[in-house]
């Protein structure tokens, strides 16, 4: 393994009363039945094997900037893959998947493809490529969250998340570019830093693990 190294809504219908629960930001989401926060664990594909025990670990799933429908940010928050990736799937909460496993057409992970390399660049229009480089993009294979499914480590009942998630890896190409003047250091210094630009997919690094959890309660017992 390379790199292996969420909803229950506050409602506050009584004054002085602090519920455990988390509380969603946007009540106007369009992916509001997947948002939110899971404690997981992480499997192998056929789930015989566990890499990460439930141990506070947390995934994160959440709307987008622009509110789509079936489009989310999956986050976790550079804790285990890492892994920060814009899914579009197909299907509802309770049984998804990506529109696509064609790595052309799947979005970037955000941790992979913004670990720049080093060193820094010296001019604009230089170029450099990255062999092996993990995680560039991810799809869902199959995914379901089942409310009132999960029992939490602390004995609560919880909604179950199960998600089969592929990660595909390969060669990364970054692009060099001069860094605004009032985006420097020292603004009459140039400055230079690296973009990502392309990538080409090595299918023999592909990648399967299933993501196994309960949407985060804040109970006591279960933290």
């Not at 955000?110 to 990255?130: M, N």
């Not at 999960?150 to 998630?165: C, E, F, H, M, Q």
């Not at 080409?200 to 985060?216: A, F, K, N, S």
């Amino acid at each position: 393994m390379k790199k292996i190294g969420f909803y229950v809504i506050m409602a506050s219908l009584m004054l002085g009363f602090t519920s455990c629960f988390e509380e969603l930001d946007n009540w106007e989401s369009e992916t509001f039945e997947y948002s939110g926060r899971f404690v997981f664990k992480l499997m192998s594909e056929d789930m015989q094997d566990t890499y990460v025990d439930y141990d506070g670990y947390e995934i994160q799933i959440y709307n987008t900037a622009e509110n789509v429908s079936n489009v989310v940010w999956m986050d976790d928050h550079g804790d285990i893959f890492p892994l920060k990736n814009k899914f579009e799937l197909t299907g509802n909460a309770s049984s998804f998947k990506s529109v696509t496993e064609d790595f052309t057409k799947l979005s970037n992970n955000i941790y992979s493809t913004d670990d720049l390399p080093t060193p820094a660049p010296t001019a604009a229009g230089q170029t450099i490529t990255e062999d092996e480089k993990g995680y560039i993009r991810a799809s869902i294979l199959e995914g379901k969250i089942i409310p009132g499914a999960a029992t939490s480590i602390g004995g609560n009942a919880s909604d179950s998340l199960y998600v089969k998630i592929k990660l595909y890896s390969g060669t990364a190409t970054y692009t060099s570019y001069e860094v605004p003047e009032a985006l420097r250091a020292d603004p009459k210094v140039p400055e230079f830093k690296w973009r990502f630009t392309s990538a080409t997919h090595d299918p023999e690094m592909d990648e399967i693990y299933v993501i196994g959890g309960y949407r985060y309660t804040g109970m006591p017992e279960d933290n």
